[in-house]
Nanobody, 118 residues
Framework: QVQLVESGGGLVQPGGSARLSCEIF????????RNWYRQAPGQHRELVAV???????YYADSVKGGFTISRDNDKHAIYLQMNDLKPEATAVYYC????????????WGHGTQVTVSS
């Protein structure tokens, strides 16, 4: 059984930074992408960033230049560094891992709230 646990959310002032963490418990067999999604109030869940085995290969246009996705294999964790945050970044952020071929094989965390407000 694979479980994902996010942390690092909270209240951030506009222009500030936050770093989200996602610990992965359990074993992933095969090749998986590591992904961050977010869902703002009243909005659909949107893909924010994707990290493949070869490195980051997708960022949403709205976060390019400000967000960085990374991983720590030893700690079985993925991270999302968010800089120069704006109020429109307020959302629940979810980490996700998805098999690179069998896309139906995926796991989600429960989400962590990030609120950007003064």
């Amino acid at each position: 059984q694979v479980q994902l646990v996010e942390s690092g959310g909270g209240l951030v002032q506009p222009g500030g930074s936050a770093r989200l963490s996602c610990e992965i418990f359990g074993d992933l067999f095969g090749s998986y992408t590591r992904n961050w999604y977010r869902q703002a109030p009243g909005q659909h869940r949107e893909l924010v960033a994707v990290l493949a085995d070869v490195g980051p290969f997708y960022y949403a246009d709205s976060v390019k230049g400000g967000f960085t996705i990374s991983r720590d294999n030893d700690k079985h964790a993925i991270y999302l560094q968010m800089n120069d945050l704006k109020p429109e970044a307020t959302a629940v952020y979810y980490c996700n891992v998805r098999h690179a071929i069998a896309h139906a094989l995926e796991y989600w965390g429960h989400g962590t709230q990030v609120t950007v407000s003064s």
